[in-house]
């Protein structure tokens, strides 16, 4: 208080301002921002008013910045949040899909006793709430598309049909994705009902068709 009083009389010419017989010190890291601005007004001969004018609007843009944090924190805690309540129902998904494996393949059949492809997706997720159409052309409009590079576990993956040509045919639930973008699904096959493969499969590989979440 005794300094911003001398600074003030001195701004007012009531008393001679002299500064300590010393090296000033360079300007670099070692000084903290508001040293070098006090010196910097003591140079230039800045009045008090102005000084306190200018360390108010200092403060203002720090405790600006400050909020802008807080609020970018705050953000990124929520979609963890969020990350973190899909990651939890898609392992429940996953292992809800996992108790029918063995289960026959059957044309339009949608029960535990067998499934076609479509009866399969669309049963598993029924038991979370989500009605997914009855069709596997049908289903890859039921959720956001996404690339293969994007893929996450309870992504729904559809393929073109035993005789590869034309559009969507099959599909399947995303079960694991690895490192180099290939990745696991369970889905109830004509051959074997209801399996895990894997889309580097020769018979997948050639007739796989695209991808869409609807977690």
């Known amino acids: 208080m005794g300094y911003l009083c ?28 508001l040293k070098l601005l006090f010196m910097s007004f003591i140079k230039r001969k800045i009045s ?20 802008q944090l807080s609020h ?25 899909a996992y108790r029918f494996r063995g289960t026959p393949y059957r044309y339009g059949a949608m029960s535990p006793r067998a499934f076609d492809c479509s009866g399969f997706t669309s049963y598993v997720f029924k038991r979370f709430g989500i009605d997914l159409d009855r069709s596997s052309r049908g289903q890859i409009f039921d959720g956001v598309r996404v690339k293969q590079k994007d ?10 049909g035993r005789s590869g040509r034309g559009g969507v045919g099959h599909v399947g639930i995303v079960t694991k994705v690895n490192e180099d973008n290939t990745f696991h699904f369970i ?12 889309n580097t499969e020769s018979y997948y590989s050639r007739r796989y068709v695209g991808a869409c979440r609807v977690l």
């Open 72 to 96: 970018r924190k705050q953000g990124t805690v929520l979609e963890q949040l969020e990350q973190n309540s899909r990651n939890n129902i898609v392992d429940q998904v996953i292992n809800y």
């Open 48 to 67: 008090l008013s102005t000084l306190l004018v200018l360390l108010a609007i200092t403060i203002t843009s720090f405790t600006a910045q400050s909020q």
């Open 187 to 198: 889905h109830s096959a004509c051959s074997s009902g209801v399996t895990e493969s894997k």
């Open 151 to 160: 893929l996450q576990p309870g992504d729904l993956v559809f393929f073109q």
């Open 6 to 33: 001398t600074i003030n009389n001195w701004a007012q010419g009531i008393v001679p301002f002299s500064m300590p017989d010393k090296e000033e010190p360079a300007i670099g890291h070692s000084s903290s921002p």
